[in-house]
């Protein structure tokens, strides 16, 4: 199935601008080219008088929309284009002054032809600051996506279908392999719930689980140091045993306090802080193991291999249109919850009453927000390099690299700086199962903020999918101090869930309504790959599962 | 928006509403405008999925509140899906890697936490534990890139308690639930 790109598709020109392309070419285009003006919010207009304000040629009206014909350059105002047409044979094709958008007269539609649009883009990209204008027409890298999708594929089918096959007969019941409980040690759940999730994360799962990592030449463990990639390969191996009674991993939490020193104690802790630090000791792990990547400088530990993708933050003076573009990477996104209401409005003042407000948060609504252009405040005015002193700016945040797993964290707590407090926000939250964050890539967002002129912005990559696939939830229920995390798994077609040792089935509304904390997507080729894997089918609850059931394992 | 009385106003606020309207009217077209092109362009979202998704949120909220109001949804569990049931506090017991003890699964935490000499309350002790010296490590330096972006104070955490049934204890952060 294609995946939706984020290319443009070529509409097809009507007949009238067919035949005025056909008898004119481009020479309308380039001689209006001169008077187009964009502003630094990206709004391209014509103006050809800087002194007189444009006027319909007919009812000398200034109101409503005007157009300028193509070829003759008069103006006409929307109730008069026709009128215009009918006078001057063949003067069908005009242009929304305001707008710098194509009109047909005779179809009474906006039209549009690449051609026109690369002429604006140009314009506008000619005014702009000579470097900082947010478009990177250079000639971009290959993309090394696509290396890495491969790369994390090889970790993948035919090892995985082996060791599978080997696995031990103990499997009680034919449910997927991998799905184990996991013993609390103590207020542990926020490490069990992550546990979980990474359990499942397809190429992670993969890597350790097909013997990459070879714990027996493993240089810190024959020293007897401690390794914490050697401890996951352990864990990985025990959960996908075939052995269904719940696990301890006392071993990964002992690895994972030596690691992070200053998270190591037993009280309440941070599923998400969890995940973090855990990352952190894999790439820390193993960084020393790896040579430097020559071209790109990525990080090929598994950590950044599954996680890792790459922000794109964008500053643009408000007064001069100069863009500042930094790039940073994230092994996850944390995001704010749409709340539907105005982000500047004062918490403390709004009214508290929950009946007020039915806006039902959404997930896209977050990503939304995030991907938001935000108005800087006054005390955050950005030093434009073009103008040379402080200015109103807008920031804009969007996805310029999409990791093989997107990890989404959805932040829950709310700060009263005055008050000092903070609280947890039980808020429900509607997350898809199905995700496409073609909207949220860098090459979207960029264009829509060129007003989707079609033109080929750098970074339109078309061998990239955007389209990932629910895994895992994690949940968590209670308050900010104390609370309890729960992760729900999909593993064929069926949702599980992990509750500490406890694992039970669960349809799937149960899932969709609950309250989700951190959402596990991924690629939907991997994820449709990895479920290949599991050679499994789901036995009903009631059969006892101490009896093989035929033509199984 | 019912237009104002021309007869009830004055000259000055019929001209700034008249202002006002042609402002309104070519904000308005300049977002059609934007929408006709992205759709023309098919650069629009996939609507379709994205109603479909929140419509199946809404029947399962619908149906899962519900069955929690006839009762249906038990919150204890009687076998998970293996047949096995489980203990409040888990009681496998093995051997502590840091002092040898015999320790119940359940207990290992507030366990390995004294046992390392980390910790809150092992910190306000004076112990100069060998294993605890050799054993520390620093978090690295700011060269690992993590969420470099967002706020990272220690206040964005949402806790788990004391599922084993051991009592709170310290309330982390010194922040405090509000009602």
Avoid at chain 1, 342 to 368: E, I, Q, R, W
Avoid at chain 2, 45 to 56: I, K, S, V
Wanted: aromatic letters at 10%; charged letters at 25%.
């Amino acid at each position: 199935m294609m995946s939706r790109n984020s290319m443009y598709t070529n509409p097809k020109p009507c007949k009238h601008l067919a035949d005025y392309k056909l008898r004119h070419g481009l020479s309308g285009y380039n001689l209006l080219q001169e008077q187009i003006r964009t502003t630094p919010s990206g709004k391209s207009s014509v103006k050809n008088h800087q002194t007189e304000i444009p006027r319909c040629c007919f009812c000398n009206g200034y109101q409503k929309r005007l157009y300028l014909c193509l070829i003759c350059s008069s103006i006409s105002c929307s109730s008069h284009t026709l009128l215009h047409s009918q006078c001057e044979n063949g003067h069908d094709i005009a242009v929304d002054i305001e707008r710098s958008e194509l009109y047909c007269v005779l179809c009474c539609d906006q039209v549009y032809d690449p051609d026109f649009d690369k002429i604006v883009m140009l314009k506008h990209l000619m005014d702009l600051p000579r470097s900082g204008n947010g478009v990177d027409v250079s000639a971009g890298r290959r993309s090394s996506k696509r290396r890495r999708l491969c790369s994390a594929l090889e970790l993948d089918l035919k090892k995985t279908k082996q060791l599978v096959s080997m696995r031990d007969l103990r499997a009680k019941s034919c449910y997927p392999l991998g799905l184990r409980g996991l013993n609390n040690l103590g207020s542990t759940c926020f490490m069990n719930s992550v546990l979980q999730a990474l359990l499942h994360a397809p190429p992670f799962r993969n890597y350790f689980l097909t013997g990459q990592r070879n714990h027996e030449v493993c240089r810190k463990r024959s020293s007897d140091r401690l390794c914490l990639l050697c401890d996951i390969y352990v864990f990985f191996s025990a959960v996908f045993s075939g052995d269904r009674t719940p696990y301890s991993p006392a071993q990964l939490l002992y690895s994972w306090w030596q690691h992070s020193a200053n998270l190591a104690s037993y009280e309440q802790q941070d599923a998400h802080e969890f995940f973090i630090s855990v990352l952190d000791g894999i790439h820390e792990n193993g960084v020393k193991a790896r040579s430097p990547i020559k071209d790109t400088g990525e990080c090929h530990c598994v950590a950044h291999r599954v996680f890792s993708g790459q922000l794109r933050s964008d500053v643009t003076c408000m007064s001069c249109g100069y863009t500042s573009t930094t790039y940073d990477p994230f092994m996850d996104i944390s995001l704010n919850l749409d709340t539907g209401n105005c982000p500047s409005t004062d918490l403390a003042n709004k009214s508290l009453k929950p009946s007020d407000n039915t806006y039902v948060s959404t997930l896209l609504g977050c990503l939304d927000l995030f991907t938001k252009p935000e108005k800087l405040g006054s005390d955050q005015k950005f030093f434009c390099e073009n103008c040379q002193e402080r200015q109103d700016s807008v920031k804009q945040m969007s996805i310029k690299r999409l990791p093989l797993v997107l990890c989404l964290h959805i932040k829950r707590f709310e700060h009263f700086p005055v008050r000092r407090m903070s609280r947890k926000i039980d808020r429900y939250m509607q997350f898809p199962f199905c995700l496409d964050m073609n909207p949220y890539l860098s090459s979207s967002v960029v264009r829509n903020r060129f007003g989707n002129r079609m033109f080929a912005f750098e970074g339109d990559e078309l061998d990239t999918s955007t389209e990932f696939e629910i895994f895992a939830v994690v949940t968590h229920s209670g308050t900010l101090d104390s609370g309890h995390y729960v992760t729900y798994l999909h593993l064929k077609d069926q949702w599980y869930k992990c509750d500490d040792a406890w694992i039970t089935a669960v349809e799937e509304e149960v899932v969709r309504a609950s309250q989700c904390y951190m959402l596990f997507y991924a690629q939907k080729m991997l994820y449709y790959k990895a479920n290949e894997d599991l050679v499994c089918q789901p036995v009903s609850p009631r059969a006892d599962p101490f009896l093989p059931i035929a033509g199984c394992c | 928006m019912s237009l104002p009385n021309d007869d009830n106003m004055s000259a000055h606020s019929q001209l700034s509403s008249h202002f006002f309207e042609d402002l309104l009217d070519s904000i308005i077209v300049d977002v059609a405008s934007e929408c006709h092109r992205v759709a023309r362009l098919g650069l629009d979202r996939n609507f379709e999925e994205e109603e479909e998704e929140l419509r199946l949120s809404a029947q399962a909220r619908a149906r899962v509140a519900d069955s929690s109001n006839n009762g249906e949804t038990n919150s204890k569990y009687v076998v998970d899906i293996f047949g096995q049931t489980h203990p409040a506090v888990a009681n496998e017991i093995f051997e502590c890697m840091n002092c040898g003890r015999s320790i119940v699964a359940g207990r290992f935490a507030p366990h390995l936490e004294k046992c390392m000499g980390k910790g809150r309350k092992a910190r306000l002790k004076v112990t100069r534990s060998a294993t605890a010296a050799q054993n520390r490590y620093t978090r690295g330096s700011p060269g690992s890139s993590y969420s470099s972006y967002s706020n990272s104070t220690g206040m964005n955490r949402l806790s788990n308690g004391a599922s084993s049934g051991v009592a709170g204890e310290e309330y982390s952060n010194g922040s405090f639930e509000e009602l």
